[in-house]
């Protein structure tokens, strides 16, 4: 079913169930994100998403990766008042991740070189070590990979991202996917010696080697493409990439 609403006063068209953000890109319009993926469920944690989207005669700011189209509604990606909105929320993520490249690069759009909420030695900050909360590495695991290494834990102050217990996930294939998904590079993914590391999960898998002799993927991921494909067990040491 289409969806018909106008974006910075361009009229749009989108199918029922897509999100403002998305549907924004598709036409060019550019809006930061830091916590969404298309192929992921939305989670509205980072908030840098922000426009606003006035319907029925009231205008309210919301986040747009977690709000489905409606007919009539009339998004706005960019005004003063987002920008200074925004600015504030970039300014608080940068201080719970000052080294984060996509978070600095961000911050410097809006003109912040420096958060004033960044404090030394702070432990929520030290305990998150580089993390911002987005939950991509969670939603990748469990909705993309399906493997559910990663969950939130605790509560406020104690609020974090792990794995059950801060134990070592033996259910982990060392994917890299969630690695590859952080908006903060803080996992931490690492090749050495024919080993792939995941640091943040305490994670290591020996790595099979291709055909040409070189590693290229953890036996145990491979292993468990297999099964999930229904493919025969010696695939990759037939037809496919190739282990030894
Ligand atoms: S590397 Fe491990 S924790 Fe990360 S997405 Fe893959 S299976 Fe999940
Ligand atoms: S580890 Fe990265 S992807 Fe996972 S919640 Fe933290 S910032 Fe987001
Ligand atoms: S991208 Fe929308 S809240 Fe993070």
Wanted: with cysteine.
């Amino acid at each position: 079913m289409t969806v018909k609403f106008t974006i910075n006063g361009v009229p749009v068209e989108a199918e029922k169930g897509e999100s403002v953000i998305d549907v924004a890109r598709r036409y060019g319009f550019e809006i930061p994100s830091l916590c969404h993926h298309p192929a992921v469920e939305p989670y509205g944690a980072c908030r840098v998403c922000l426009v606003e989207i006035s319907k029925g005669g009231r205008k309210k700011m919301t986040t747009c990766c977690n709000y489905e189209v409606q007919d009539g509604i009339e998004v706005v990606t960019d005004n003063e008042d987002i920008r200074r909105n925004r600015a504030t929320v970039i300014e608080l993520l940068l201080a719970e991740a000052p080294k984060a490249k996509a978070i600095v690069k961000l911050a410097e759009e809006y003109g912040i070189h420096k958060s004033r909420y960044e404090k030394e030695g702070d432990p929520v900050a030290q305990m998150h070590d580089g993390c911002i909360l987005c939950g991509l590495c969670v939603r990748v695991c469990t909705e993309v990979v399906e493997v559910s290494a990663l969950n939130f834990t605790g509560r406020g102050d104690k609020r974090n991202v792990g794995t059950p217990y801060m134990e070592t996930p033996q259910n982990c294939i060392a994917c890299g996917a969630c690695a590859y998904v952080c908006p903060t590079d803080c996992i931490g993914f690492e090749e050495e010696n024919g080993v792939r590391r995941l640091k943040k999960w305490n994670r290591e898998l020996p790595l099979a080697k291709g055909e040409d002799g070189r590693p290229f993927a953890p036996q145990f991921q491979l292993w468990y493409f297999t099964q999930k494909a229904g493919l025969d067990k010696d695939f990759y040491k037939k037809g496919g990439p190739g282990s030894r």
